[in-house]
T-cell receptor, first 113, second 111 residues
Framework: DGGITQSPKYLFRKEGQNVTLSCEQNLNHDAMYWYRQDPGQGLRLIYYSQIVNDFQKGDIAEGYSVSREKKESFPLTVTSAQKNPTAFYLC????????????FGDGTRLSIL | GEDVEQSLFLSVREGDSSVINCTYTDSSSTYLYWYKQEPGAGLQLLTYIFSNMDMKQDQRLTVLLNKKDKHLSLRIADTQTGDSAIYFCAALPNSGYALNFGKGTSLLVTP
């Protein structure tokens, strides 16, 4: 079945450690997105990529990094510079054109040890 | 950036209709979306409407758009306990690809 796969479902980070969240899609979508969700805050955009080898910062990019080497994959690294990383992270993808809605993965919950 | 506002909570009895409301500030928004999120899960796309439409119906779901007032609503007919979830309204600005989300409305359906 086509869809978006995020892994792992749960992740724990130690102080000073970088961690990478995986996002893979087989929907042949050009655009991919990373959102952060905190309780009562809705979704906030971290990074997005409209095409391979290109990405743009969203509203809260500080302390995060991404790469887009393949169309199917858009990993997110939470660096040690992100001082409050505990949150639910959601990856989404969408086709080209403004009438192509975004579809979401099941999320990764990141916690601090 | 655009603001998207939703009421935080709604409680209805099983079998009644639910109406979840949303307002947005960017009048150039091209598409407006409703997503559903169950506990610990991602967002599931329910429906969306193009800004030149007034209404869209899809089975139990009816979306109404008042573009003049920048008001969007989602009506769920014959609400069931399985409809209990958080519902997010999102707007796509004319200027880009990234959606602007509201904070979500928690719908509780009681027997």
């Amino acid at each position: 079945d086509g869809g978006i796969t995020q892994s792992p479902k749960y992740l724990f980070r130690k102080e000073g450690q970088n961690v990478t969240l995986s996002c893979e899609q087989n929907l042949n979508h050009d655009a991919m997105y990373w959102y952060r969700q905190d309780p009562g805050q809705g979704l906030r955009l971290i990074y997005y990529s409209q095409i391979v080898n290109d990405f743009q910062k969203g509203d809260i990019a500080e302390g995060y990094s991404v790469s887009r080497e393949k169309k199917e994959s858009f990993p997110l690294t939470v660096t040690s510079a992100q001082k409050n990383p505990t949150a639910f992270y959601l990856c989404a993808s969408g086709g080209q054109g403004v009438n192509q809605p975004q579809h979401f993965g099941d999320g990764t919950r990141l916690s601090i040890l | 950036g655009e603001d998207v506002e939703q009421s935080l909570f709604l409680s209805v009895r099983e079998g009644d209709s639910s109406v979840i409301n949303c307002t947005y500030t960017d009048s150039s928004s091209t598409y407006l979306y409703w997503y559903k999120q169950e506990p610990g899960a991602g967002l599931q796309l329910l429906t969306y409407i193009f800004s030149n439409m007034d209404m869209k119906q899809d089975q139990r779901l009816t979306v109404l758009l008042n573009k003049k007032d920048k008001h969007l609503s989602l009506r769920i007919a014959d609400t069931q306990t399985g409809d209990s979830a958080i519902y997010f309204c999102a707007a796509l600005p004319n200027s880009g690809y990234a959606l602007n989300f509201g904070k979500g409305t928690s719908l509780l359906v009681t027997p």
